[in-house]
């Protein structure tokens, strides 16, 4: 006789070993739901909430998943994929392999999670909700590129897999967070001074872009405003297609005007700060030669 199963509604999240992910995974458990929490290193045990470990880029990884949710749970009420990396640096200089790799992650990843778990969805009628990001509908910025590309692709797997699904009675949502205080976005300065290489023109570039990036970290909010969000596309009866979640309201606004017009305010806004910070970086890089010189001559 096989093993009764749990009646309350179950949710695989990827990506839930903190920040995002892992607040919805509280969300859930704490209003009933049994949460099949996923990262590559599965996440603690805890009330409503099943650990496991799985890798997004890993087909055998997904299907073993899938096996363990239809054995211990024998449903499946939501996918929410929140697995995911950034891509900072310049397109022209930034390692085709690790475009390669946000690609994987963040695009085929949400591709491999949605068709791992494709049939137990279908068997409970249930809902998809793919994360994307403001940056998905938005035109990319510079030093964004790897993963605007990533998002906007979320953006037309999103709409198109929900006008198949809609016709065998499934529902496939977007939520497009704007930021939020993430142990990725805590980061996001040294990312950004990190991603370029020695001697690089992109340099002072990125060095500006970062410092604007981590000025935004400071008014992200806070992420169990997301995970409310999330809550509401997964289970209302009715969803959106599209959730937009605290969007920068600057980034909102530029995106409504025309692109050349933007290009313009761009150059005007940024041009005088990247060439102040080149001078500095300059000035620095000398300073070090000739403190360098000194000390060989003494």
Known sequence: MSPIKNTAPVAVITGAGGGLGAATAELYASRGWAVV??????????????????????????????????????????????????????????????????????????????????????????????????????HAMPMNGAYAMSKHAIEAYGDSLRRELMFLGLDVVLVQPGPFRTGMTASILRRFQESTRPGSPFAAMAAVMGELAAGEDDKAADPRTLAEAVWT??????????????????????????????????????????????????????????????????
Not at 264 to 274: P, V
């Open 37 to 138: 929490a996923v990262d590559l290193t599965a996440p603690a045990d805890r009330a409503g909430i099943t650990g496991v470990a799985a890798d997004v880029t890993d087909s055998a990884s997904l299907a073993a998943l899938a096996d363990r949710v239809r054995d211990e749970h024998g449903r499946l009420d939501a996918v929410i994929t929140f697995a995911g990396v950034l891509g900072i640096g310049p397109l022209g200089e930034l390692d085709p392999d690790r475009v390669q790799q946000v690609i994987d992650v963040n695009v085929m990843g949400t591709v491999r999670t949605v068709h791992a778990l494709f049939d137990l969805l279908r068997g409970s009628g249930g809902r998809v909700v793919l994360i994307s990001s403001e940056t998905g509908p938005q």
């Open 233 to 298: 596309a997964g289970t209302t009866s009715r969803p959106r297609h599209r959730y937009a979640v605290k969007w920068d309201v600057s980034r909102r606004v530029m995106d409504w005007l025309p692109v050349s017009l933007v290009d313009r305010a761009l150059r005007m806004a940024l041009g005088g700060k990247i060439d102040a910070k080149a001078a500095e970086l300059r000035r620095d890089a000398n300073a070090a030669v000739t403190a360098e010189d000194a000390e060989v001559r003494s």
